[in-house]
């Protein structure tokens, strides 16, 4: 059976959709699973390396990081207390839990406990750190 003209349209306009919604996918599934990643404070005064316990970092299961922070000499920031802040910008909402700093381990590591990301896509974590008179914070993009 022919095809009438608009029922060629559609045809080609479905086909078109499916390959577009196919490399959409592909792209959004095929980033680089998440273990760690290393950031410059926003002010440039710290060095901050996070580490998750959890490897590759997944959906719905309560994990920990270790934390080091450093100065821009490289000598590590042992005296640092680490706030934590999080959320996804696009759903305007927050971590599930409320991670905490629960253990200073020495040589500039610090053990954050009860990280948790409840959904994936696009997450932030901004680690606020304060070391004596200097605060600073750095931000974490992470793309579960
Ligand atoms: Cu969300």
Known sequence: MALTEP???MKATFV????????????????????????LSDEQHFEVRFTSHLDPVAINTMHAWTLHIQD?????????TVQV???MPDHD????????VTKNLGSGDYLLEGMKFHMGGWWQVTLLIQQGA??????FDLNL
Not at 19 to 38: E, K, L, N
Not at 72 to 80: E, I, L, M, N, Y
Not at 93 to 100: A, D, V
């Open 134 to 139: 200097t605060s600073d914070r750095v931000t």
């Open 7 to 9: 029922m060629r349209i």
């Open 72 to 80: 821009r000499s490289g000598k590590p920031v042992t005296d640092a």
């Open 16 to 39: 078109v959709l499916c390959v577009y919604t196919a490399f959409a996918w592909v792209q959004g599934h095929s980033a680089q699973p998440i273990t760690g990643a290393s950031g």
């Open 93 to 100: 909402h927050g971590l599930p839990t409320q991670p905490r």
């Open 85 to 87: 802040e999080g959320g």
